[in-house]
């Protein structure tokens, strides 16, 4: 018998009338596809077979979060923890398949875990220019006896050439002035005095600790085990892709990419094997149309946590 969720509890779920129905709006390639045919579409099939059918050089932006060299069930696509090198020659194969879909001058930003890091950067240092590695705080974790938490993940900005969009004051964090300087006619230095406290813009870092991990009682949550925030890909997008501007996930899930291009006026194509990860995404671009929010981020910038007085960051 189905437990009844508690009445805060928002995570999205899709009935088996709704997986019949959205299942019908994915799409399976078979043959050559414009960029006219998948603009805007999720795609059900596997990596592989799917990147054989798409055009080349079509995507501005690749947000690519593959599978991490660990032991995961993804509702029944189960992916197991490999030896070293058999993990590296999968995810060469990943790359390889995914760098003809990419444009000249576009932008490749890769997830990982700190292990899966060590044996993913050689790779994309032969293949692509490595910008940076993001580190970013995920606050849920399970503590450890015998060493210490595991409480971070990677993402590693790379590019195709030397040629290459980032929009450094689209991504600014506004934070809290706890001890705000002035100047010597008593005028704020660098941060902005108002009715509701003192703030200033930041530059963003490569160091992320403003980033909330979905969960029951957030409207963008899901069951998928390894779901990545809104606001985290918020972030990817504005830095790297103009309004209009075309972003692949190779590796959708229940969406999260796809939601934050429509949200943010860019173009989408999201493939994912999963065909009830894929109707989850489908359901959640359906209610974009009603709420464009994305937590955390709002008046043009992005806020730190709990930074604002109204609404959760």
Not at 289 to 302: C, L, N, R, T, W
Request: glycine share 6%.
């Amino acid at each position: 018998m189905a437990t009844k969720k508690a009445s805060r509890n928002q995570t999205l779920s899709c009935s088996a009338a709704e997986l019949k129905r959205l299942s019908k709006k994915l799409l399976k390639l078979e043959k050559p596809a414009t960029v006219a045919d998948i603009k805007d579409r999720l795609i059900n099939q596997d990596l592989f077979a799917a990147a054989q059918s798409l055009p080349s050089e079509f995507a501005d932006l690749i947000v690519l979060d593959p599978p991490y060299n660990l032991s995961k069930d993804f509702h029944g696509h189960l992916f197991k923890s490999r030896e070293k090198l058999e993990y590296c020659s999968y995810f060469e194969e990943v790359i390889d398949a995914l760098l003809p879909l990419l444009k000249p001058h576009g932008t490749v930003y890769v997830c990982s875990d700190w292990k899966t890091s060590i044996l993913i950067a050689p790779i994309l240092e032969e293949r692509l220019i490595v910008r940076n590695r993001i580190t970013w705080e995920r606050e849920k974790g399970r503590g450890a006896k015998s060493n210490w938490k595991n409480n971070t993940e990677d993402i590693w900005f790379c590019t195709r050439s030397d040629k290459y969009l980032f929009n450094v004051d689209a991504v600014k964090l506004k934070r809290k002035v706890i001890a705000p300087y002035r100047d010597t006619e008593g005028k704020p230095k660098d941060w902005d005095e108002g009715e509701d406290g003192n703030y200033r813009l930041t530059h963003p870092s490569n160091v992320w600790t403003d980033i909330t991990i979905p969960f029951w009682s957030m409207p963008e949550n899901t069951d998928h085990p390894t779901q990545k925030p809104e606001k985290l890909i918020a972030k990817l997008v504005l830095a790297s892709t103009k309004p209009g501007d075309m972003i692949l996930d190779p590796f959708l899930g229940s969406g999260t990419t796809a939601v934050v291009a429509k949200k943010l006026g860019r173009h989408f194509v999201g493939v994912e094997q999963n065909t009830e990860y894929g109707c989850w995404a489908q359901k959640r671009l359906a209610a974009v149309e009603k709420d464009p929010s994305i937590q955390g981020y709002a008046e043009g910038v992005f806020w730190d946590r709990n930074a604002r007085k109204s609404g959760r960051m």
